[in-house]
């Protein structure tokens, strides 16, 4: 992880500056049933896509707030990472796309009965988004839509 000195001064600017908010309370929902018998999903941040979807949009004025739908069979090593920020690393992405997007590792948990079954569609939004109106009101419903008609019992947040 990077420390603050490391970044450029426009970056450690705008975070200094940046007005953080705080959700207060935390949504949350009691977790009711065995890991061992839950359908789980990943919901990641890193802006990763399919060879045939479109690109997350990095011109997109404070981020851009839709997702991808990336389908339980897909190959994690077709994934193409297009997130917006230029304040991480990204060699380990490249080499392996499991490290914000660990769809072969839910599948092995799956395989050695660690939880019960992978679902079948996963989602993928763009990190670093600084205007989140849109993403709360419209984009985030509407995914947890998708995750209930999934009939998903948990989400693994994989956040970049």
Do not use: C
Not at 99 to 113: I, K, S
Not at 129 to 142: H, M, N, S, Y
């Amino acid at each position: 992880m990077a420390e603050l000195a490391d970044l450029s001064f426009a970056l450690r600017t705008f975070l200094r500056a940046y007005r953080w908010r705080r959700i207060d309370p935390t949504p949350w929902a009691p977790f009711t049933k065995p890991l061992t018998a839950a359908r789980v999903a990943l919901v990641s941040t890193a802006g990763m896509v399919l060879p045939d979807q479109e690109p997350f949009d990095d011109h997109f004025r404070g981020g851009d707030p839709s997702y991808r739908v990336i389908p339980g069979d897909a190959d994690p090593r077709q994934l193409l990472e297009t997130h917006r920020s230029d304040s991480f690393d990204r060699a380990g992405l490249a080499a392996d796309a499991n490290l914000a997007f660990p769809l072969d590792r839910l599948r092995e948990m799956a395989a050695v009965g660690e939880i019960g079954e992978v679902a079948p569609r996963h989602l993928s939004f763009m990190g670093s988004q600084t205007a989140v109106g849109r993403l709360v009101k419209q984009t985030a419903p509407e995914a947890a839509e998708l995750l209930v008609a999934d009939r998903v019992d948990a989400a693994l947040l994989v956040p970049i």
